[in-house]
Nanobody, 126 residues
Framework: QVQPVESGGGLVRTGDSLSVSCTASERTFSNYAVGWFRQAPGREREFVACISATSGTAYYADSVKARFTVSRDRAANMVYLEMNSLEPQDTATYYC???????????????????WGQGTQVTVSA
């Protein structure tokens, strides 16, 4: 069991960059696959990216591909989401989620992740 905690959200302008982070106090967090999701008011939670536990293989939603990069530092127990060329439609609460076992074909489903953080707000002004 792990409890992810996000940090690093904020208010930025269109075209800016921002990085959000996810960690957990449990050292076993480094053994979990981690996904990033986002949810805007009135909309469903949306898959953004995920990264595997050991190999560091990353996968992205088409909407963020080439703009966002997910990475992890296993020694530091951290997962990062670097967001570049931000657009107003990227405005949302961003959530970090952990899965002990993540099936490739189900990686975009929120239900595939067991442990969720409280979220961090990212707002992109026009």
């Amino acid at each position: 069991q792990v409890q992810p905690v996000e940090s690093g959200g904020g208010l930025v302008r269109t075209g800016d960059s921002l990085s959000v982070s996810c960690t957990a106090s449990e050292r076993t967090f480094s053994n979990y696959a981690v996904g990033w999701f986002r949810q805007a008011p009135g909309r469903e939670r949306e898959f953004v990216a995920c990264i595997s536990a050991t190999s560091g293989t990353a996968y992205y939603a088409d909407s963020v591909k080439a703009r966002f990069t997910v990475s992890r530092d296993r020694a530091a127990n951290m997962v990062y989401l670097e967001m570049n060329s931000l657009e107003p439609q990227d405005t949302a609460t961003y959530y970090c989620a952990a899965a002990s076992t993540l099936l490739y074909r189900q990686r975009e489903r929120p239900s595939s992740y067991t442990y969720w953080g409280q979220g961090t707000q990212v707002t992109v002004s026009a």
